[in-house]
């Protein structure tokens, strides 16, 4: 019986990774379906982002889809700019691993930047000079 005691927490984390590893899943493929209709699409934990022509589109993925969607044309956008753990962090010096990884979209207006969170920072300074060069 107290080996049994000693299994059950065993057992519960088995099922816990396991649910976390379906949810996950269907994250994934709600996601693949979402981007079908985009030139270039990322997903990670944070965010899925779309791009087509000139405009962005992006918001929190879930098992149903992305949710808090939200669009803007680059036309808007005057800068682009990749943030790591708040500061701007130029191509030349990127760093390996940070906390806080986020794209910054500024208007030339009085409207406050956008920020798009990313988990690793190169995919993110890959996806700035991407809309950099669209930008232009």
Known sequence: ??????WLPLLGIFIWLAW???NEYQKVE????WAQSFKRAKYDIYA???????TLTWGKPTRQGPVDLQSLSL?????????????????SSLPE???????????SD????????FTEVE??????????QDLS
């Open 1 to 6: 019986m107290e080996r049994g005691l000693i």
């Open 75 to 91: 036309k808007e956008v005057n800068a682009i700019d990749l943030l790591v753990d708040g500061q701007i962090v130029a191509a």
């Open 48 to 54: 899925v982002l779309g791009q087509q022509e000139d």
């Open 30 to 33: 709600a996601y693949q379906r």
């Open 123 to 132: 995919l993110a300074a890959r996806w700035r000079d991407c809309l950099q």
């Open 20 to 22: 976390a590893g379906w």
């Open 97 to 107: 691993r940070s906390k806080t990884i986020t794209l910054q979209l500024s208007f």
């Open 110 to 117: 009085s409207r406050p930047s956008i920020q798009i969170p």
